[in-house]
């Protein structure tokens, strides 16, 4: 089992930057590929970014490329979603997840459930 708890969740204006964390327990968090996923309301959760536990090996949702990079501190067992250029549209309950994917295989994140998931953090975006 692998317990993830996120935080660093807020409001901001448009063009602002936040940071979330996901400090992960139980089993070892290094072996894992982590990631972020977001739901809005009204909408289906969607795929943010990933990365895997050999770094940098990452992916990124198209709308969020170039704007969000998402890293990891094995030592802290903790991965982190730096969120910047924030726009209202990215407004959601960002949710961090744990999954058993080889590195390098990061990417199929966006395509299938992760076997973690937390339980999620709300960012609001104010035009």
């Known amino acids: 089992q692998v317990q993830l708890v996120e935080s660093g969740g807020g409001l901001v204006q448009a063009g602002g930057s936040l940071r979330l964390s996901c400090a992960a327990s139980g089993r070892t968090f290094s072996s894992y590929t982590m990631g972020w996923f977001r739901q809005a309301p009204g909408k289906e959760r969607e795929f943010v970014a990933a990365?895997?536990?050999?770094?940098?090996?990452?992916s990124y949702a198209d709308s969020v490329k170039g704007r969000f990079t998402i890293s990891r501190d094995n030592a802290k067992n903790t991965v982190y979603l730096h969120m910047s250029s924030l726009k209202p549209e990215d407004t959601a309950v960002y949710y961090c997840a744990a999954d058993s994917l080889l590195p390098g295989l990061e990417a199929h994140m966006a395509h299938r459930p992760p076997d973690y998931w937390g339980q999620g953090t709300q960012v609001t975006v104010s035009s």
């Open positions: 990365i895997s536990w050999s770094t940098p090996s990452t």
